[in-house]
Protein backbone atom coordinates (compact mmCIF):
# COMPACT_ATOMS: atom_id res chain seq x y z
CA UNK A 1 0.00 0.00 0.00
CA UNK A 2 1.08 3.26 -0.91
CA UNK A 3 -0.05 5.87 1.19
CA UNK A 4 0.05 9.86 0.61
CA UNK A 5 0.10 11.66 4.30
CA UNK A 6 -1.70 14.62 4.11
CA UNK A 7 -0.59 17.69 6.60
CA UNK A 8 -1.47 16.66 10.52
CA UNK A 9 -4.78 18.10 11.51
CA UNK A 10 -5.42 19.85 7.64
CA UNK A 11 -8.25 18.65 5.28
CA UNK A 12 -7.67 17.80 2.04
CA UNK A 13 -9.22 20.75 -0.49
CA UNK A 14 -10.47 20.26 -3.91
CA UNK A 15 -9.67 22.96 -6.55
CA UNK A 16 -7.14 25.20 -4.72
CA UNK A 17 -3.39 24.07 -5.53
CA UNK A 18 -0.77 21.74 -7.76
CA UNK A 19 -0.12 19.72 -4.70
CA UNK A 20 -3.55 18.54 -4.21
CA UNK A 21 -4.18 18.26 -7.80
CA UNK A 22 -0.78 16.07 -7.50
CA UNK A 23 -1.63 13.76 -4.84
CA UNK A 24 -5.02 12.47 -6.04
CA UNK A 25 -4.32 12.18 -9.78
CA UNK A 26 -1.29 9.80 -8.42
CA UNK A 27 -3.57 8.09 -6.55
CA UNK A 28 -6.12 7.39 -8.91
CA UNK A 29 -3.61 6.32 -11.61
CA UNK A 30 -1.95 3.88 -9.46
CA UNK A 31 -5.20 2.45 -8.31
CA UNK A 32 -6.27 2.34 -11.99
CA UNK A 33 -3.13 0.48 -12.44
CA UNK A 34 -3.90 -2.01 -9.32
CA UNK A 35 -1.39 -0.85 -7.29
CA UNK A 36 -3.06 -0.09 -3.82
CA UNK A 37 -2.77 3.64 -2.98
CA UNK A 38 -4.21 5.90 -0.72
CA UNK A 39 -4.72 9.20 0.66
CA UNK A 40 -3.94 9.16 4.81
CA UNK A 41 -4.91 12.41 6.88
CA UNK A 42 -4.08 12.86 10.86
CA UNK A 43 -6.18 13.78 13.40
CA UNK A 44 -9.70 14.77 11.16
CA UNK A 45 -11.27 10.89 11.31
CA UNK A 46 -14.09 11.36 8.24
CA UNK A 47 -14.27 15.39 8.34
CA UNK A 48 -11.00 15.15 6.03
CA UNK A 49 -12.32 16.42 3.22
CA UNK A 50 -12.94 12.76 1.24
CA UNK A 51 -16.47 13.92 0.08
CA UNK A 52 -14.81 16.14 -2.65
CA UNK A 53 -13.16 13.44 -4.03
CA UNK A 54 -14.83 11.06 -5.69
CA UNK A 55 -12.95 7.50 -6.47
CA UNK A 56 -10.08 8.25 -3.89
CA UNK A 57 -9.30 5.75 -0.89
CA UNK A 58 -8.97 7.91 2.07
CA UNK A 59 -8.09 6.74 5.59
CA UNK A 60 -7.54 8.44 8.69
CA UNK A 61 -5.37 8.36 11.70
CA UNK A 62 -5.97 9.72 15.35
CA UNK A 63 -2.03 11.18 15.48
CA UNK A 64 1.44 10.96 14.55
CA UNK A 65 2.23 8.21 16.30
CA UNK A 66 -0.50 6.18 14.46
CA UNK A 67 0.99 6.96 11.05
CA UNK A 68 4.27 4.40 12.98
CA UNK A 69 2.39 1.70 12.67
CA UNK A 70 1.10 1.53 9.35
CA UNK A 71 2.89 -1.21 7.18
CA UNK A 72 2.33 0.78 4.42
CA UNK A 73 5.24 2.57 2.26
CA UNK A 74 4.58 6.15 2.99
CA UNK A 75 4.93 9.45 0.85
CA UNK A 76 4.46 12.50 3.00
CA UNK A 77 3.19 15.10 0.26
CA UNK A 78 3.44 18.70 2.03
CA UNK A 79 4.79 18.96 6.12
CA UNK A 80 7.23 16.68 7.46
CA UNK A 81 6.77 15.68 10.59
CA UNK A 82 9.22 14.18 11.94
CA UNK A 83 7.97 10.90 13.15
CA UNK A 84 8.93 7.26 12.96
CA UNK A 85 8.04 5.07 10.17
CA UNK A 86 7.68 1.03 9.75
CA UNK A 87 9.26 1.33 6.60
CA UNK A 88 11.48 4.15 4.72
CA UNK A 89 9.69 7.15 4.31
CA UNK A 90 9.86 9.59 0.95
CA UNK A 91 8.93 13.03 1.25
CA UNK A 92 7.92 15.21 -2.10
CA UNK A 93 8.90 18.79 -1.60
CA UNK A 94 6.30 20.54 -3.36
CA UNK A 95 7.16 23.94 -1.67
CA UNK A 96 10.79 26.26 -1.38
CA UNK A 97 11.85 25.50 1.73
CA UNK A 98 10.68 28.14 4.51
CA UNK A 99 12.37 31.64 4.92
CA UNK A 100 11.77 31.98 9.09
CA UNK A 101 14.68 30.21 10.81
CA UNK A 102 12.24 28.40 13.30
CA UNK A 103 10.75 26.13 10.21
CA UNK A 104 14.12 25.54 9.06
CA UNK A 105 15.17 24.30 11.64
CA UNK A 106 12.06 21.94 12.31
CA UNK A 107 11.43 21.21 8.25
CA UNK A 108 15.56 20.01 8.13
CA UNK A 109 14.63 17.85 11.06
CA UNK A 110 11.68 16.18 9.71
CA UNK A 111 13.36 15.41 6.27
CA UNK A 112 16.63 14.03 7.69
CA UNK A 113 15.76 10.54 7.44
CA UNK A 114 13.37 10.53 4.34
CA UNK A 115 14.29 9.83 0.74
CA UNK A 116 13.43 13.13 -1.00
CA UNK A 117 11.11 13.69 -4.19
CA UNK A 118 10.95 17.34 -5.88
CA UNK A 119 8.95 18.49 -8.43
CA UNK A 120 11.06 20.66 -10.63
CA UNK A 121 14.95 20.75 -11.34
CA UNK A 122 15.02 23.70 -9.76
CA UNK A 123 13.01 22.43 -6.80
CA UNK A 124 15.77 19.63 -6.44
CA UNK A 125 18.68 22.26 -6.89
CA UNK A 126 16.92 24.54 -4.09
CA UNK A 127 16.40 21.63 -1.68
CA UNK A 128 19.99 20.19 -1.94
CA UNK A 129 21.33 23.34 -1.08
CA UNK A 130 18.87 24.27 1.63
CA UNK A 131 19.65 20.34 3.27
CA UNK A 132 23.22 20.39 2.54
CA UNK A 133 22.78 17.00 0.78
CA UNK A 134 23.88 15.68 -2.69
CA UNK A 135 22.03 16.61 -5.52
CA UNK A 136 21.96 13.10 -7.39
CA UNK A 137 20.62 12.35 -3.98
CA UNK A 138 17.18 14.01 -4.83
CA UNK A 139 14.54 12.34 -7.20
CA UNK A 140 12.58 14.43 -9.74
CA UNK A 141 8.90 13.59 -10.18
CA UNK A 142 7.51 15.75 -12.36
CA UNK A 143 3.72 16.70 -12.08
CA UNK A 144 0.92 16.46 -14.96
CA UNK A 145 -2.31 17.49 -16.65
CA UNK A 146 -4.77 15.45 -16.64
CA UNK A 147 -6.31 13.89 -19.86
CA UNK A 148 -8.92 15.46 -19.52
CA UNK A 149 -7.18 19.06 -20.20
CA UNK A 150 -6.01 18.43 -23.55
CA UNK A 151 -9.77 17.20 -24.77
CA UNK A 152 -11.69 19.95 -23.51
CA UNK A 153 -12.84 21.50 -26.66
CA UNK A 154 -12.04 25.14 -26.93
CA UNK A 155 -14.29 28.01 -26.65
CA UNK A 156 -14.26 30.43 -29.07
CA UNK A 157 -14.28 34.17 -28.15
CA UNK A 158 -14.39 37.42 -29.63
CA UNK A 159 -11.28 37.64 -32.49
CA UNK A 160 -11.01 41.29 -30.61
CA UNK A 161 -10.87 40.34 -27.48
CA UNK A 162 -7.90 38.36 -25.33
CA UNK A 163 -9.72 36.38 -22.49
CA UNK A 164 -7.00 36.61 -19.91
CA UNK A 165 -7.53 33.98 -16.28
CA UNK A 166 -5.39 33.97 -12.90
CA UNK A 167 -6.53 31.00 -11.36
CA UNK A 168 -4.33 30.53 -8.39
CA UNK A 169 -4.55 30.83 -5.18
CA UNK A 170 -5.29 35.16 -3.52
CA UNK A 171 -1.86 35.10 -1.66
CA UNK A 172 0.68 37.26 -2.61
CA UNK A 173 3.31 34.87 -3.20
CA UNK A 174 1.39 33.61 -6.40
CA UNK A 175 1.66 37.05 -7.46
CA UNK A 176 -1.75 38.74 -7.18
CA UNK A 177 -1.27 41.94 -6.09
CA UNK A 178 1.27 42.24 -9.62
CA UNK A 179 -1.96 41.44 -11.50
CA UNK A 180 -3.69 43.99 -9.57
CA UNK A 181 -1.11 46.93 -10.28
CA UNK A 182 -0.93 45.82 -14.10
CA UNK A 183 -4.46 46.78 -14.16
CA UNK A 184 -3.56 50.59 -14.07
CA UNK A 185 -1.16 49.97 -17.25
CA UNK A 186 -1.78 52.00 -20.41
CA UNK A 187 -0.95 49.40 -22.33
CA UNK A 188 -4.25 48.01 -23.23
CA UNK A 189 -6.91 49.63 -25.81
CA UNK A 190 -10.12 49.85 -24.32
CA UNK A 191 -12.37 46.65 -24.57
CA UNK A 192 -9.12 44.76 -25.93
CA UNK A 193 -8.43 42.80 -22.54
CA UNK A 194 -10.60 41.12 -20.00
CA UNK A 195 -9.27 39.74 -16.86
CA UNK A 196 -10.77 36.76 -14.91
CA UNK A 197 -9.92 35.62 -11.59
CA UNK A 198 -10.94 32.68 -9.32
CA UNK A 199 -11.47 33.00 -5.69
CA UNK A 200 -9.45 29.72 -4.91
CA UNK A 201 -7.41 30.80 -1.71
CA UNK A 202 -10.92 32.87 -0.33
CA UNK A 203 -11.47 30.42 2.71
CA UNK A 204 -7.68 31.43 4.13
CA UNK A 205 -7.62 34.96 5.96
CA UNK A 206 -5.54 36.57 3.91
CA UNK A 207 -7.62 35.16 0.58
CA UNK A 208 -10.57 36.84 1.92
CA UNK A 209 -9.13 40.19 2.08
CA UNK A 210 -7.53 39.31 -1.38
CA UNK A 211 -10.87 38.53 -2.47
CA UNK A 212 -12.48 41.58 -1.59
CA UNK A 213 -10.38 43.79 -3.05
CA UNK A 214 -10.87 41.73 -6.23
CA UNK A 215 -14.29 42.07 -6.05
CA UNK A 216 -13.96 45.47 -5.87
CA UNK A 217 -12.21 45.89 -8.84
CA UNK A 218 -14.42 47.34 -11.88
CA UNK A 219 -11.84 46.03 -14.17
CA UNK A 220 -11.95 42.29 -12.80
CA UNK A 221 -14.78 39.29 -13.16
CA UNK A 222 -14.22 37.20 -10.06
CA UNK A 223 -15.34 33.85 -10.51
CA UNK A 224 -16.11 30.48 -8.12
CA UNK A 225 -12.74 28.40 -7.52
CA UNK A 226 -13.03 25.51 -9.75
CA UNK A 227 -13.25 22.20 -7.54
CA UNK A 228 -12.85 19.34 -10.05
CA UNK A 229 -10.11 18.62 -12.89
CA UNK A 230 -13.28 18.96 -15.55
CA UNK A 231 -15.01 21.82 -14.14
CA UNK A 232 -11.11 23.69 -14.29
CA UNK A 233 -10.49 22.34 -18.06
CA UNK A 234 -13.59 23.72 -19.32
CA UNK A 235 -12.29 27.17 -17.09
CA UNK A 236 -9.33 26.96 -19.28
CA UNK A 237 -10.96 26.51 -22.48
CA UNK A 238 -12.89 29.63 -22.13
CA UNK A 239 -9.85 32.11 -22.29
CA UNK A 240 -7.35 32.49 -24.34
CA UNK A 241 -4.18 33.66 -22.11
CA UNK A 242 -3.22 31.86 -18.28
CA UNK A 243 -0.88 34.17 -16.21
CA UNK A 244 1.07 32.84 -13.47
CA UNK A 245 2.85 36.27 -12.12
CA UNK A 246 4.15 33.91 -9.08
CA UNK A 247 6.02 36.66 -6.43
CA UNK A 248 9.89 35.92 -7.07
CA UNK A 249 10.66 38.36 -4.11
CA UNK A 250 10.57 35.71 -1.29
CA UNK A 251 8.75 32.84 -3.14
CA UNK A 252 9.76 30.53 -5.88
CA UNK A 253 7.04 28.74 -7.81
CA UNK A 254 8.20 25.03 -7.31
CA UNK A 255 7.08 24.09 -10.64
CA UNK A 256 3.33 25.67 -11.49
CA UNK A 257 0.88 23.27 -12.25
CA UNK A 258 -1.27 25.12 -13.75
CA UNK A 259 0.91 26.36 -16.72
CA UNK A 260 0.81 22.56 -18.66
CA UNK A 261 -3.00 22.58 -17.76
CA UNK A 262 -3.72 25.45 -19.25
CA UNK A 263 -1.45 25.04 -22.11
CA UNK A 264 -2.76 21.35 -22.79
CA UNK A 265 -6.26 23.12 -22.43
CA UNK A 266 -4.89 25.04 -25.86
CA UNK A 267 -3.86 28.29 -23.84
CA UNK A 268 -1.35 30.52 -23.80
CA UNK A 269 0.52 31.41 -20.27
CA UNK A 270 2.51 34.26 -19.49
CA UNK A 271 4.36 33.36 -16.42
CA UNK A 272 7.22 34.76 -13.86
CA UNK A 273 11.09 33.70 -15.23
CA UNK A 274 11.64 32.37 -11.82
CA UNK A 275 11.69 29.09 -9.85
CA UNK A 276 10.44 26.34 -11.83
CA UNK A 277 7.84 27.91 -14.07
CA UNK A 278 10.55 27.96 -16.76
CA UNK A 279 10.40 23.76 -17.21
CA UNK A 280 6.35 23.75 -17.88
CA UNK A 281 7.36 24.80 -21.43
CA UNK A 282 4.77 22.67 -23.47
CA UNK A 283 4.89 24.95 -26.82
CA UNK A 284 2.94 28.03 -25.31
CA UNK A 285 4.69 29.66 -22.77
CA UNK A 286 6.17 33.27 -22.19
CA UNK A 287 8.23 34.44 -19.78
CA UNK A 288 8.56 37.73 -17.84
CA UNK A 289 10.14 39.12 -15.57
CA UNK A 290 8.46 38.31 -11.93
CA UNK A 291 7.19 41.35 -9.71
CA UNK A 292 7.20 43.38 -12.52
CA UNK A 293 3.29 44.83 -13.64
CA UNK A 294 4.82 46.52 -16.70
CA UNK A 295 6.52 43.30 -17.87
CA UNK A 296 3.27 41.37 -17.41
CA UNK A 297 1.65 43.74 -19.30
CA UNK A 298 3.44 43.24 -22.36
CA UNK A 299 3.76 39.44 -22.07
CA UNK A 300 -0.13 39.56 -22.63
CA UNK A 301 0.37 41.39 -25.58
CA UNK A 302 3.03 39.14 -27.01
CA UNK A 303 0.59 36.53 -26.79
CA UNK A 304 -2.05 38.32 -28.21
CA UNK A 305 0.24 39.16 -30.92
CA UNK A 306 0.97 35.80 -31.27
CA UNK A 307 -3.29 34.77 -31.67
CA UNK A 308 -4.72 31.31 -30.55
CA UNK A 309 -2.58 28.25 -30.13
CA UNK A 310 -2.97 26.18 -33.74
CA UNK A 311 -3.87 22.44 -32.98
CA UNK A 312 -0.47 21.01 -33.75
CA UNK A 313 1.10 23.01 -30.95
CA UNK A 314 -1.82 21.64 -28.51
CA UNK A 315 -1.30 18.34 -30.02
CA UNK A 316 2.22 18.25 -28.70
CA UNK A 317 1.63 19.96 -25.54
CA UNK A 318 -0.45 17.32 -24.58
CA UNK A 319 2.48 14.82 -24.84
CA UNK A 320 3.93 16.67 -22.38
CA UNK A 321 3.75 16.27 -18.21
CA UNK A 322 1.18 13.37 -18.96
CA UNK A 323 -0.11 10.84 -15.23
CA UNK A 324 1.42 8.36 -16.56
CA UNK A 325 5.37 9.43 -17.00
CA UNK A 326 5.01 10.58 -13.50
CA UNK A 327 3.49 8.06 -11.98
CA UNK A 328 6.23 6.14 -14.13
CA UNK A 329 8.56 8.33 -12.44
CA UNK A 330 7.29 7.95 -9.15
CA UNK A 331 7.34 3.95 -8.97
CA UNK A 332 10.70 4.34 -10.23
CA UNK A 333 11.61 6.41 -7.24
CA UNK A 334 9.73 4.11 -4.62
CA UNK A 335 11.68 0.91 -5.78
CA UNK A 336 15.13 2.59 -6.49
CA UNK A 337 17.52 0.87 -3.70
CA UNK A 338 17.36 3.04 -0.26
CA UNK A 339 20.59 5.42 -0.15
CA UNK A 340 21.27 6.21 3.48
CA UNK A 341 20.66 9.42 3.99
CA UNK A 342 23.57 11.55 5.56
CA UNK A 343 21.37 11.99 9.11
CA UNK A 344 21.46 7.69 8.93
CA UNK A 345 25.23 8.12 7.63
CA UNK A 346 26.10 10.07 11.26
CA UNK A 347 23.90 7.76 12.99
CA UNK A 348 25.39 4.86 11.90
CA UNK A 349 29.27 6.11 12.67
CA UNK A 350 27.93 7.42 15.88
CA UNK A 351 26.84 4.23 16.83
CA UNK A 352 29.81 2.54 15.52
CA UNK A 353 32.19 4.69 17.61
CA UNK A 354 29.97 3.79 20.47
CA UNK A 355 30.58 0.33 20.75
CA UNK A 356 33.54 -2.14 22.74
CA UNK A 357 36.22 -3.08 21.28
CA UNK A 358 36.30 -6.53 20.36
CA UNK A 359 38.95 -7.57 22.96
CA UNK A 360 40.22 -5.47 25.50
CA UNK A 361 44.17 -3.96 25.52
CA UNK A 362 46.19 -6.18 27.17
CA UNK A 363 50.28 -5.22 28.78
CA UNK A 364 52.78 -7.13 26.17
CA UNK A 365 55.42 -6.86 29.03
CA UNK A 366 58.79 -5.62 29.55
CA UNK A 367 60.94 -7.06 26.55
CA UNK A 368 64.30 -5.80 28.28
CA UNK A 369 63.06 -8.21 31.26
CA UNK A 370 63.79 -11.60 29.05
CA UNK A 371 66.92 -13.90 29.61
CA UNK A 372 69.80 -12.90 26.86
CA UNK A 373 69.76 -16.75 25.78
CA UNK A 374 66.16 -16.12 24.59
CA UNK A 375 67.77 -13.85 21.51
CA UNK A 376 71.09 -16.19 21.21
CA UNK A 377 71.93 -16.89 17.77
CA UNK A 378 72.04 -19.98 15.90
CA UNK A 379 75.13 -21.95 15.58
CA UNK A 380 76.76 -21.68 12.07
CA UNK A 381 75.93 -24.64 9.63
CA UNK A 382 79.20 -26.02 9.71
CA UNK A 383 78.94 -26.04 13.90
CA UNK A 384 75.67 -28.01 13.44
CA UNK A 385 76.89 -30.45 11.30
CA UNK A 386 79.80 -31.37 13.18
Known amino acids: MISFVWSPGERLPSGTGGSENFTTGQVRELNRRAVAARVVTVGLGTADGREEFDGIPFHSVASLHDLGLLDDTLVFVSEAPPVATMHPAFQILHVPPPLRERDRVSVAYGTRNRTLIATSRYAAALWADFLDVALETIRVVYPFAEPGFADEPRTGGHPDVTRVLYAGRLTPEKGIYTLLSMLHTDLFEPGAVTVTVTS ?13 LVRSHPGVTLVPARRTPADMAHLLAAHDVVVMPSNAQYWHETFGILSIEAQHAGCRVVASRDGGLPETDCGALLLVRPDDAEALAQGILAARRLGPVGRGTRVRAAADFTVADSVDGLLDALRAPHVPTPWEVARELEELVSLPSVEGPHDR ?5 VPARSFRAPAPASARRR
Open 200 to 212: AGADKPQGAIIEH
Open 365 to 369: GDLTA
